[in-house]
């Protein structure tokens, strides 16, 4: 294991992920900081919300408000 694997997502992280095959970059911010068009998305949004406390490399199903679930993976933590 490298130290990387020991990373979590929390405030202020920045990650690469991957939505049903789809690489995006996230930082999460505070809700006062939000632009979703600099990929700077709040903890308490749906997504936000799904990758906090995760690991790189984890895979998981995100649920988004309207209940559809979709694949995402952790690429990368900064």
Known sequence: MCIDD????SFGSKVLVKLEGKKH?????????????QGK??????IGRNLMRKRQNERFGLILPN??????EILKIF
């Not at 020991?6 to 997502?9: G, K, L, S």
């Open 41 to 46: 998305i709040s903890c308490q949004s749906p």
């Open 25 to 37: 970059q996230f930082e999460i911010v505070q809700t006062k900081e939000v632009d979703p068009g």
């Open 6 to 9: 020991y990373r979590i997502i």
């Open 67 to 72: 209940r559809h679930v979709i694949d995402c």
